[in-house]
């Protein structure tokens, strides 16, 4: 199958094995495959599905990714657009140097930040799928999350074969708009779920949902942009913010693992109240997102263990 290789230059002192690392233990993570130090993942595109690898490729001099793409149709344009997207997932077009401020004169900042602090925010390849994984994960655990994610890959999603393995491929929002409703319910999908991501699904195919539009509004606007579908509220909509568009001043004060990990770093004993959370994050303004993701960053590694 046709391929293209090209290298990324990435600022010197990143931690690309940190970045793996997380996506090991994030439950969101169902749709990439780390194998050793590579990172793979399959993405739908308009010339078909492609699979996109990237691995550690530097001298210290010159700290690298390599990033491969292979596909039946790949030419230059599907390997600016994998780059775009690697950029994207990996925060790598973030000058870190405020984050790396906070971190050495915040305490709170910097006890989440541990050893991690040439770690980046990875981010979901496209804001749809954040909002898919979103959605699902309203209200419920994150194991069962993982578990409603898997599902809805093997219902509605696709599997793509390159050499002698098989990766999963997102299901587009046209797929979803339509979803059989008996199949979700058999799944252990709510029915408010399977009524949420429909909307979702038929807001994005019908223009509603414009992802360029809502990365150029100001984050109170886009947040408002998204919480009048029905399905979206403020939680939701903040992770889209943050985790699907890259935007850095959003605080989900909300998120029950997010308080936890604060009154982790705090020696507290019971989450923060979301006004606490928020009174917190004051100092953080402009880095709200990163120091969420290094907050969630801290709770994987804690289940993890030593």
């Given at each position: 199958?046709p391929s293209r290789t090209t290298r990324v230059t990435v ?105 991690g602090l040439h770690a980046r925010p990875v981010l979901v ?46 299901p587009d929002a046209s797929r979803l708009a339509g979803i ?127």
């Open positions: 199958m600022p010197p002192s990143y931690d690309f094995a940190a970045a793996l690392a997380f996506l090991q233990g994030s439950p969101s993570a169902v749709l990439e495959s780390i194998d050793g130090h590579t990172y793979r993942r399959a993405w739908q595109t308009d010339r078909g599905v492609e699979l996109v690898s990237v691995a550690w490729s530097a001298s210290p001099a010159r700290p690298q990714l390599r990033v491969r793409v292979e596909g039946a149709h790949v030419d230059a344009h599907a390997l600016a657009e994998a780059v775009a997207k690697i950029r994207h997932v990996f925060s790598l077009d973030v000058d870190d140097g405020g984050f790396q401020e906070l971190a050495g004169t915040d305490p709170i900042v910097a006890h989440l930040v541990g050893d390849a496209d804001p749809f799928e954040s909002l898919v994984w979103a959605i699902i994960g309203q209200q419920v655990g994150v194991g069962f999350a993982r578990t409603l994610r898997c599902a809805l890959v093997q219902i509605a999603g696709d599997y793509a074969v390159f050499g002698s393995s098989r990766f999963p491929v997102m059989d409703e008996d199949s979700l319910r058999v799944a252990h999908f709510s029915r408010a779920k399977i009524r949420a991501l429909r909307i979702a699904a038929q807001a994005v195919t019908s223009g509603m949902l414009d992802w360029p539009q809502l990365a150029a509004m100001p984050p109170a606007e886009a947040m408002a942009a998204l919480t009048r579908f029905p399905g979206i509220g403020p939680w939701t909509a903040g992770v889209v913010l943050m985790r699907g568009l890259g935007v850095r001043s959003v605080w989900p004060a909300a998120d029950l693992g997010l308080r936890r990990a604060l009154a982790h770093a705090l020696g507290a004993t019971a989450p923060l109240t979301e006004a606490e959370a928020r009174a917190l994050a004051a100092p953080w303004a402009g880095w709200e997102a990163w120091v969420a993701f290094f907050a969630w960053r801290s709770l994987s590694r804690r289940r993890a263990g030593p």
